[in-house]
């Protein structure tokens, strides 16, 4: 016998979507106070001291962060007070050692200018008062100088 192949038949499916049926969402209930304080009596008084010991070490660790960030700020604070001033007293020493330039430019016109004309015979009289200021000009330099090298230093440390 010869076998023949049994004729299959495509499955008819609608060219509409289905639709799914819809559910009532039932309201949430309102939990009372006391319902609240039912769900939790359970819970052991042990468990509550180990829930109030985690509580207390995050709360010191927060205080030993914030502790450590104050000491932070407090570093950068003094380190930018310090970095003001020694800015400030690089500018004095510059406007002082400019001030020191122009006195020397002042006096060596006038020194020029009387070697010139054959003037040059009581030099220390003539500039008696130019040296004087010259000599404060440059005790001030130093001095500046001097609380610069404090403050660097100061500064160092605190890095």
Do not use: C, W, Y
């Amino acid at each position: 016998m010869a076998t023949t192949k049994k004729k299959t038949t495509k499955k008819k499916t609608s060219s509409k979507k289905s639709v799914k049926k819809r559910t009532v969402k039932k309201p949430v209930k309102k939990i009372s106070h006391s319902e609240k304080r039912e769900m939790f009596d359970h819970i052991t008084d042990a468990t509550k001291t180990q829930l109030k010991k985690i509580g207390n070490k995050t709360g010191s660790s927060k205080e030993k962060e914030i502790g450590i960030l104050k000491d932070l700020a407090k570093k950068i604070r003094l380190f930018a007070n310090d970095a003001t001033e020694l800015t400030k007293l690089k500018i004095e020493i510059h406007n002082l050692k400019h001030d020191h330039d122009a006195m020397f430019k002042v006096m060596g016109e006038n020194l020029f200018n009387m070697h010139k004309s054959k003037k040059v015979k009581n030099v220390d009289s003539k500039f008696k008062f130019d040296f004087k200021a010259l000599e404060e000009l440059e005790k001030k330099i130093a001095e500046k100088e001097e609380k610069v090298s404090e403050l660097s230093a100061e500064l160092k440390s605190i890095e």
